[in-house]
């Protein structure tokens, strides 16, 4: 599912579940408020946070970790899943 800047300002303001793939370490350092960080390697361990989501927002450092969190979460059978890059293109629409 391809995203317009428009399209995941208004996802962001219905309430998607914002997924941080980053370490822990890169959260840390910064991070999008109200997100919930769940490290790449960590996915398919935590697949419980993801169930019962309306949309599911996921970003990264640079979009590259995020699309192969998209595919690992559609690999599980969410068909609702975002890739939004990087975690500043998330950030510029959450108040």
Do not use: Y
Not at 34 to 45: A, C, K, R, T
Not at 71 to 77: A, D, F, K, Y
């Amino acid at each position: 599912m391809e995203v317009t800047s428009f399209d995941l300002k208004d996802i962001i303001e219905q309430g998607a579940f914002l997924a941080d793939v980053r370490t822990p370490g890169e959260f840390m350092e910064g991070h999008v408020k109200g997100s919930v960080n769940i490290p790449l390697d960590s996915i398919p361990d935590q697949l419980d946070k993801f169930k019962n989501r309306k949309t599911i927002v996921v970003f990264c450092r640079s979009g590259g970790r995020s699309n192969m969190a998209k595919n690992i979460l559609q690999q599980h059978g969410f068909s609702n899943v975002i890739n939004a890059g990087t975690w500043e293109n998330v950030n510029r629409f959450v108040k």
